[in-house]
């Protein structure tokens, strides 16, 4: 295929794609574009032509590093492209106008421009999301969904935790924080200079609405605060959720819990996420529902699930936002030794506290509460209520929203690693991972004179699925158990009296 300029048909794509420029910017963009990649004539900057902006941008990175203009690493090779996208991105303000005036014919048509615009100048970085691998593993809670994660690193929860209480760094203060729109980045922080937000008011306070970078599900979402404060969960968290999901009734919306362990990785910036997704925990079942005298209106339910989850539905907003402050208030203050359910420290630290995950179903509202607790112990140092040591060789991470759906984010390490044991199974030459030996040993003695070259991967990747129901069930407070759920039961009676 013959080679032929990138920067005419890459200011073609920016054209086409940002209505602030016009045909009369050509010549500036052309000149833009040679300065950013440290080229004299754009006649010397060759390869093949093609009508896809990511695809040009990638190569116009490629001649910088070449050329010695940047650096050849990947956090350079990302503001690169990052500044060259930016050029086929309108600015905020035209983003934001134009996504509202789409919102008076649907908030689908808003959001349906929004997330097409997040995809085409690689702010939703969807080659690299496809590298993900996903397969879906039947247990008895449903189609549990398991994604290998090979788009992102691992997180460790001490990290986490750690993060949530350091001081903020100068500049932006976190990666949630308004400021990161059109930032240039750094080697030590993402690239954002193709970064929208879309600004919106939430009961009223100004929010942002933006997709997710590294998105785990179809239109993943991210609304935050456009101040940068901590997480917390309280009735004013109920109340955005409704208000957020009233505005895109077409998405999901839930909340990370606001302390260390059984919280997100992004505790010090409050946010929610959303998207449009069905998940595993939408589909499960209510097992055994009261009766609620206070809120007629309302059902109350708990879903069988490996975690404790407590559904409300009904149409009136106020009823529900009532009935989950008044769960929310009675957990943060409920214990049970005989289940390990400590609601404070004798020096009064906090150990409870909801996920909450809002959805629009069928005209009503439903709202999923789910209990965590954080406590640790001697015999559990990470979380008593988080995966305990013996499945921390498939997860070890945070239990976070969208795990607690049913969708796992498990690390990348786990692509090569699961290939040892599977040779490991089928006893050829291998280099297992210790800490997967004893599993490993067990599936051996499980599937004795059954294994074979077509079937041990999709048996390795079942027993994945079924360890992940296991860290579910690890953070569940209230155990799968007849005694656990009586436990459970008990709880509920408190609320409802």
């Not at 503001?79 to 996208?85: C, F, K, S, V, Y």
């Not at 998405?251 to 606001?258: E, L, Q």
Request: glycine share 4%; hydrophobic share 40%.
């Amino acid at each position: 295929m013959s080679q032929t300029s990138l920067v005419t048909p890459f200011v073609t794509e920016i054209l086409k794609n940002n209505p602030q420029f016009q045909d009369l910017d050509r010549v500036y963009l052309q000149n833009q574009i040679l300065t950013l990649i440290g080229a004299d004539d754009f006649d010397e900057v060759v390869g093949i032509a093609t009508n896809q902006p990511i695809e040009l941008a990638n190569q116009l990175v490629d001649y910088a590093v070449e050329h010695q203009t940047i650096a050849d690493n990947q956090p350079a090779r990302e503001i690169l492209e990052a500044q060259l996208l930016n050029l086929i991105t309108p600015p905020p303000s035209y983003v934001n106008q134009h996504f509202w005036n789409l919102y008076q014919e649907s908030s689908q048509a808003a959001t349906k421009y929004f997330y097409h615009l997040s995809t085409a100048n690689d702010y939703v970085k969807t080659a690299q999301i496809a590298k993900n691998i996903k397969f879906p593993v039947a247990t008895e809670y449903g189609d549990l969904e398991i994604t290998i994660n090979l788009s992102k690193p691992e997180k460790d929860p001490k990290a986490i935790a750690a993060a949530a209480t350091a001081a903020p760094s100068s500049y932006p203060a976190c990666q949630l924080c308004m400021t990161n729109e059109g930032y240039r980045g750094r080697l030590n922080y993402p690239a954002r200079s193709n970064h929208r937000i879309v600004r919106f008011n939430l009961n009223g306070q100004t929010w942002g609405f933006q997709y997710s970078p590294y998105a785990y599900f179809n239109e993943h979402c991210i609304f935050l605060d456009s101040v940068h404060e901590p997480m917390h969960i309280n009735r004013q968290t109920f109340c955005n959720l409704f208000a957020i999901i009233s505005k895109f009734p077409h998405y999901f919306v839930g909340s990370n819990a606001d302390l260390p362990i059984v919280g997100g990785s992004m505790l010090s910036h409050e946010h929610y996420q959303g998207g449009r997704h069905v998940f595993p925990m939408n589909q499960a079942q209510v097992e055994r529902e009261f009766q609620w005298s206070a809120y007629p209106e309302i059902k109350l339910g708990v879903v069988k699930w490996p975690m404790s989850v407590i559904r409300l539905t009904g149409a009136n907003q106020a009823q529900l936002i009532n009935a989950a402050t008044t769960i929310l208030a009675q957990w943060q203050n409920y214990s049970d030794e005989s289940q390990s359910i400590i609601a404070h420290d004798a020096d009064g630290t906090p150990h409870h506290t909801i996920t909450p995950i809002a959805n629009k179903v069928d005209g009503e509202y439903q709202l999923d509460l789910v209990l965590r607790d954080n406590q640790t112990s001697t015999a559990y140092p990470d979380g008593i209520f988080h995966p305990h040591q013996d499945v921390q060789h498939i997860k070890k991470e945070n239990i976070g929203l969208i795990e607690v759906m049913g969708l796992a984010i498990l690390p990348g390490r786990l692509l090569n690693e699961l290939t040892e044991v599977s040779k490991y199974l089928l006893d050829q030459p291998n280099q297992i991972a210790a800490m997967h030996q004893p599993w490993a040993d067990q599936l051996k003695a499980k599937y004795a004179n059954q294994l074979t070259t077509d079937n041990v991967k999709q048996i390795v990747r079942e027993e994945v699925g079924h360890i992940f129901a296991r860290v579910l069930e690890d953070a569940g407070v209230f155990k799968r158990t007849t005694v656990g759920q009586a436990a459970f039961d008990k709880f509920i009676q408190q609320v409802i009296a």
